[in-house]
Nanobody
Framework: QVQLVESGGGSVQAGGSLRLSCARDGYIGSVYYMGWFRQAPGKERVGVAI???????QYADSVKGRFTISQDNAKNTLYLQMNDLKPEDTAMYYC????????????????????WGQGTQVTVSS
């Protein structure tokens, strides 16, 4: 079991930046994948970015070129640097973890993960 705690959310104006952090605790093994998801009110939770234990990265089209996912294994922390934020980025952001590997095409799918943090709110005003 892995415990995940997100932080770094807040309120910014459009064009601004935020960096989210996800501290993880527990056994992660040598093969795993981690992702950032977001959920706006009344909408589905959708994948934003993922990184696996080999450092492979995938982004949703809506954030490519603006968001950067990274991990610091020495600090057991996952990050999401968000630049050029837009009002449509407003959502609760969740960190998620999965053991092993899956089809590359499924990494941005909510059902690929069974361990989640509590979320951190990001609000972008126009």
């Amino acid at each position: 079991q892995v415990q995940l705690v997100e932080s770094g959310g807040g309120s910014v104006q459009a064009g601004g930046s935020l960096r989210l952090s996800c501290a993880r605790d527990g056994y992660i093994g040598s093969v795993y994948y981690m992702g950032w998801f977001r959920q706006a009110p009344g909408k589905e939770r959708v994948g934003v970015a993922i990184i696996d234990s080999d450092g492979r990265i995938q982004y949703a089209d809506s954030v490519k070129g603006r968001f950067t996912i990274s991990q610091d294994n020495a600090k057991n922390t996952l990050y999401l640097q968000m630049n050029d934020l837009k009002p449509e980025d407003t959502a609760m952001y969740y960190c998620a973890f999965g053991y092993g590997t899956r089809s590359w095409l499924t990494y941005l799918m909510r059902g690929s993960y069974n361990q989640w943090g509590q979320g951190t709110q990001v609000t972008v005003s126009s």
